[in-house]
């Protein structure tokens, strides 16, 4: 039974940056696009970035700024999200999904069929 497990959340302050790290145990990440979501209190779910299953295709909530970027690393199950120039809008809950792989990921939560428990993002000063 595959598992995801995020990491790396915390305080930041804000203009800073965070890498996260979603790292799945009990099956391979090989065939599962990875999306990243987050939720902060009172707000619906959001799709902030997704990679395809072999890292050939990203697609970000914000392509025009860049400020989220994605990245994996097939051989150590993890898939690596960064957010730069962090703002208190941010803060949220940031969890990872997988699904199988259907050539373009995409930022929409159906259709992911595993998901992590989340990681605390809270930016303040």
């Known amino acids: 039974q595959l598992q995801l497990v995020e990491s790396g959340g915390g305080l930041v302050r804000p203009g800073g940056s965070l890498r996260l790290s979603c790292v799945a145990s009990?099956?391979?990440?090989?065939?599962?696009?990875i999306g990243w979501f987050r939720q902060a209190p009172g707000q619906e779910r959001e799709g902030v970035s997704c990679i395809d299953s072999r890292g050939s295709t990203v697609v970000s909530v914000d392509s025009g700024n860049g400020r989220f970027t994605i990245s994996r690393d097939n051989a150590k199950n993890t898939v690596y999200p960064r957010i730069d120039s962090l703002s208190p809008e941010d803060t949220a809950v940031y969890s990872c999904a997988g699904r199988p792989t259907g050539g373009l990921c995409s930022l929409e939560s159906s259709g992911y069929e595993y998901w992590g428990r989340g990681t605390q993002v809270t930016v303040s000063s």
């Open positions: 009990g099956s391979t990440l090989d065939y599962l696009d």
